[in-house]
């Protein structure tokens, strides 16, 4: 089974530029979730789909971050402008999330290799 | 809500045993464990229920204390390639579908030859 997939991997910009990632879920999951991790911390939730509807945006910085997961599987977050404090590893992760399942199954979360950004 | 993860770094010797504690000031449903090597995605390791066993995964194994809420990740015989962070997630809402996991700031853990 393919693994959650995340471009690039790695980004450098300056500040009040824009950036945009890329995720693609494991095939099937219904769930797909956006984190940013700063240097020694845990991940911290931006944003949670279930399908194409967001179930929780109550961390995301709506000011200058946005996502969007139009037909229920891709999914793509984007900065702009961006700050010097957005440099942090932004991590995707999916889960079934879907009926059939037990719950926590539905819940356990598979993440990306992640993208690096360093806004300077 | 954060939960809060001790210690946060430990150093053993291979072959030693460790214990990586999860806590929280709200009851929980369920403590997620994954373990991130640098530059890498965390990757999942086992997931504790309230009122469930404890569970284990080779030499790892994890407890869950409901009286204290607290879980603890039990590392045996420890090997090089167990070096990584180590993060919970905790869950506490047992009646809502996909309600997002907190996730401890990590315990950085390196094991020496």
């Known amino acids: 089974e393919a693994g959650v997939a995340q471009s690039p991997r790695y980004k450098i910009i300056e500040k009040r530029q824009s950036v945009a990632f890329w995720c693609n879920p494991i095939?099937?999951?219904?769930?797909l979730y956006w984190y940013q991790q700063i240097l020694g911390q845990g991940p911290k939730l931006l944003i949670q789909?279930?399908?194409?509807?967001?179930?929780?945006d109550s961390q995301l910085p709506k000011d200058r971050f946005s996502a969007e997961r139009l037909k229920g599987v891709d999914s793509t977050l984007k900065i702009q402008p961006a700050k010097l404090e957005d440099s942090a590893v932004y991590l995707c992760?999916?889960?079934?999330?879907?009926?059939?399942?037990?719950?926590?199954?539905?819940?356990?979360?598979?993440f990306g290799p992640g993208t690096r950004l360093t806004v300077l | 809500q954060q939960p809060v993860q001790s210690p946060q770094a430990v150093i053993l010797r291979e072959g030693e045993d460790a214990v990586i504690n999860c806590s929280s000031s709200?009851?929980?449903?369920?403590v997620h464990w994954y373990r991130q090597k640098h530059g890498e995605a965390p990757v999942f390791l086992m997931i504790l229920l309230k009122g469930g066993e404890q569970k284990g995964h080779d030499k790892i194994s994890a407890s869950f204390n409901e009286k204290k809420q607290q879980s603890s990740l039990y590392l045996t015989a420890s090997q090089l390639s167990y070096s990584g962070t180590y993060f919970c997630g905790t869950e506490k809402d047992r009646l809502m579908l996909n309600t997002p996991l907190v996730f401890g700031k990590g315990t950085r853990l390196s094991v020496i030859a």
């Open positions: 789909f279930q399908n194409n509807g967001v179930v929780d």
């Open positions: 992760a999916s889960s079934h999330g879907t009926s059939g399942w037990s719950k926590p199954m539905m819940n356990t979360q598979y």
């Open positions: 095939s099937g999951h219904a769930t």
């Open positions: 709200k009851a929980l449903y369920s």
